[in-house]
């Protein structure tokens, strides 16, 4: 899963970047600009989806032991290394690459790799940047385990993006709970000395958006029960919005001045994508007033809101033909936030969003 950039108030959104299967035996890594216009696109090899991230300069990926961009443009550069033969060096497990978060200015990077060992399965987070070697800043082994009560499939680390100069780290329950990304606990890391501050620890109330200004939403699941607009890492709440029954709200993100919310309300939506994803309807938050506005038509999970007003969101669509082992397919779409008109981007089959591109 890619993780939530969120580029600081000072980054000026330039576009998006789509990641989905083309014609051939590969993927496509595609750039957009904000209005929906494809500037610069990446065939990559097939085999499974590498480590992606938007930010800085347009899109990034790993290629072997190298950071890699393609800019706007389509202009592809080497930006650094997530070489992991410092791993080797220090006697560490072999390891898989996980998750990309790449800093705003496109110096610094994080990411996650899952690691095989004796005593079992976990999770490292390292950082890099340019001209440095990677490094190690957390390691789950190492980390308090949160009580089995509160994850009792088990935990993984997630890389949500950058705020001010820190690593934004969640942590997901195993098996993820709900249909879109939510986090129970989410915290600000020094990527320096690793030294963390918990923004929201809420298991009934796991964080779905954080805005580039660090105010964060998280969303209560049940009958009747609140959301609540969080903000600062201090855990007050700014506000508590009461959602009309029914359920399986998520997939919020903030307007591009952090005021407003649009999220989707799916009820009976699990974990897996399936029949309900059909359903889920789009609606606008006015934090001002707490009205709920259904926007656009069924089968729309939001990903971001771009400053022009559109909403990039993920589109379900039903099987062509209603036979056995047919799916449910999913492409890219903008979404115009006055009047619900939806225009496809071409990112392919079984498109997903990959992050907002700055300047």
Known sequence: MAGAQTPGPSRQITGLVGYGSGGCACATLQVYSTSGTETGSLALPGGGAPALAAGSGGAYFVSG??????????????????DQASRV??????????????????????????????????????????????????????????????????????????????????LAPVPAAGFAPAYPEVSLVNPETGAGTVVSNSANCAVSAVSAGGEY???????????????????????????????????????????DLVLSLCPGCGPAVGSAYLQSQL??????????????????????????????????????????????????????????AVSALAAGSGAQFVGLTTG
Do not use: H, K
């Not at 032991?65 to 997530?82: D, E, H, I, K, Y």
């Not at 490292?124 to 385990?145: C, F, I, K, T, Y």
């Not at 939403?217 to 009958?223: N, P, R």
């Open 65 to 82: 032991s190298l950071l890699m961009r393609v800019s706007a443009a389509g202009q592809l550069n080497q930006v650094g290394t997530v």
């Open 89 to 170: 060096g220090a006697g560490l497990p072999p390891s898989q690459l996980g998750s990309l978060a790449v800093a705003p200015g496109g110096r610094q990077w994080a990411y996650l790799v899952s690691v095989s060992g004796g005593a079992g399965t976990g999770q490292e987070v390292w950082v890099g940047g340019a001209g440095l070697r990677p490094r190690l800043l957390l390691d789950s082994s190492q980390q308090a385990a949160p009580p089995a009560s509160e994850y009792p499939g088990g935990w993984s680390y997630a890389l949500l993006g950058w705020v001010d100069g820190q690593l934004l780290l969640g």
């Open 217 to 259: 939403a998280c969303l209560q699941q049940g009958a009747g029960l609140p959301s609540e607009l969080v903000t600062g890492i201090d855990g007050f709440s700014s506000a508590t919005f009461a959602l009309p029954a029914g359920g399986g709200y998520g997939g919020a993100s903030f307007s591009p001045g952090g005021g």
């Open 283 to 340: 609606q606008v938050l006015d934090t001002a007033t707490g009205r709920l506005t259904p926007l656009g038509p069924p089968g729309l999970v939001a990903d971001a809101w771009l400053p022009g007003g559109e909403i990039v969101a993920t589109r379900y669509t039903g099987p062509r033909y209603d036979r056995y082992g047919s799916t449910i397919s999913s492409q890219l779409v903008l979404v115009s936030s006055g009047s619900g």
